[in-house]
């Protein structure tokens, strides 16, 4: 949360919150908050599931990861290489980050690192 703090985004954090395993710390954030005064779309994906998220329905009749636009990059921790439900229209075109580690042991080097193999891939979005 410092790093967001000094960088500033527009953070939100989905998931099912009446689990036991969702931290309380980050139920502040599961409305879109402007951090430092806003900037970057940041959405943190905790507890959560293409299931429970068709589940639980908006008042509007659409899921709650209908506020969630397309998706540049996911960051997979655990080494794993596949989607496994994760927002799958919005991540159609996202490139995938894998790391071999799980989040738990996520460094503060991990994130810089993952944006800097952003950088230089080549964004075709499917052309």
Same mark, same amino acid.
């Given at each position: 949360?410092?790093?967001?703090?000094?960088?500033? +985004?527009?953070?939100?954090?989905?998931?099912?919150? &009446?689990?036991?395993?969702?931290? &309380? +710390?980050? %139920?502040?954030?599961?409305?879109?908050?402007?951090?430092?005064?806003?900037? @970057? %779309?940041?959405?943190?994906?905790?507890?959560?599931?293409? &299931?429970?998220?068709? !589940? /639980?329905?908006?008042?509007?009749?659409?899921?709650? !990861?209908?506020? @969630?636009?397309?998706?540049?990059?996911v960051i997979?921790?655990?080494?794993?290489?596949?989607?496994?439900?994760?927002?799958?229209i919005q991540?159609?075109? +996202?490139?995938?980050?894998? @790391?071999? /580690? =799980?989040?738990?042991?996520?460094?503060?080097?991990?994130?810089?690192? +993952?944006?800097?193999? =952003?950088?230089?891939?080549? @964004?075709?979005?499917?052309?």
């Open positions: 949360m410092e790093l967001l703090k000094q960088e500033g +985004a527009d953070l939100l954090v989905m998931g099912n919150t &009446e689990s036991k395993c969702f931290p &309380e +710390a980050l %139920l502040p954030y599961t409305t879109r908050t402007p951090v430092n005064g806003g900037g @970057i %779309l940041l959405n943190f994906l905790v507890n959560y599931g293409w &299931e429970w998220n068709l !589940s /639980h329905m908006c008042l509007d009749g659409k899921p709650f !990861s209908s506020d @969630i636009s397309r998706v540049d990059m997979r921790w655990g080494g794993m290489r596949r989607l496994s439900g994760f927002l799958p991540s159609v075109y +996202a490139d995938f980050y894998v @790391i071999d /580690h =799980y989040w738990p042991d996520f460094s503060e080097q991990d994130l810089p690192d +993952a944006l800097a193999w =952003y950088e230089k891939q080549d @964004i075709t979005l499917g052309g």
